[in-house]
């Protein structure tokens, strides 16, 4: 691993902050930035899309494989439909494998790159030189939902959002296949009380202190 080729692995559970912090990390470094959620969306509305079942694998890992990591648009995979579909071929291994092995040809690019998700450090890059696990509260997350929600003129049931964090995490986290927990040398960040500034500048002073190992 030199300074020229250089990985950034991010998880964490939904609404932690990872996918906000992991944006402005990639700003910072210019490195390239892949939510890993969305490759599963994005299979999944290829399968929407062309009419096609959510149950055959064999279907689900040939649409992953033709997905284009490059073309991924956050405001369209973020439908609750979309989510809701990615969430039943996200438990298939053939589909995981065939999305793993596009992330990590993704995490080779030049100068470096940061991949957000939940099995980065643990399955997809498990050699990169920087973890972080990017957790909060479930009170506190399902806060931050509800208030996105309203924030953008919706409608919003703080309970039902709440119940919802949390039949996800145990999901995300009970899943046999690559389930969501922090790399042993994952560096922690546990925002239910940081502000995304905070949280930015712990995960730079890591960053940072890292890269000067690899130059």
């Known amino acids: 691993m030199t300074s020229r080729h250089f990985t950034i692995a991010i ?14 990390i990639a700003e910072t470094y210019d490195f390239h930035h ?3 959620g969305l490759t ?12 096609l079942t959510l149950d055959d694998e064999a279907v689900a890992e040939k649409m992953a ?15 609750h439909e979309i989510g809701e579909a990615a ?7 053939a589909v995981r494998r065939a999305l793993v092995e596009a992330q990590r040809r993704f995490s080779k690019k030049a100068p470096g790159t940061v991949l957000d998700g939940r099995d980065i450090g643990t399955v997809v890059c498990p050699a990169a030189p920087v973890k972080l696990y990017v957790t909060a509260s479930p009170e506190v997350r399902a ?5 996105e929600i309203r924030g953008k003129g919706g409608i919003a049931d703080f309970d039902a959002i709440f119940e919802d964090v949390k039949r996800r995490d145990e999901r995300d986290m009970g899943r046999a296949d ?38």
């Open 87 to 93: 969430s039943k071929i996200a438990v298939m291994p």
């Open 143 to 147: 806060k931050r939902r509800y208030d």
């Open 40 to 51: 599963y969306r994005a299979t999944a509305k290829a399968l929407l899309d062309a009419g």
């Open 65 to 79: 494989r033709e997905v284009e990591l490059a073309g991924l648009d956050r405001d369209i995979l973020s439908k």
């Open 178 to 215: 690559s389930p969501l927990k922090p790399a042993e040398d994952a560096h922690l960040l546990d925002t239910s009380e940081m502000s995304i500034e905070a949280a930015f500048q712990a995960a730079k002073s890591i960053i940072d202190a890292a890269l000067s190992r690899n130059t």
């Open 11 to 24: 998880d964490g559970p939904a609404a932690a902050g990872k996918g906000t912090l992991s944006r402005r």
């Open 34 to 36: 892949l939510d890993t």
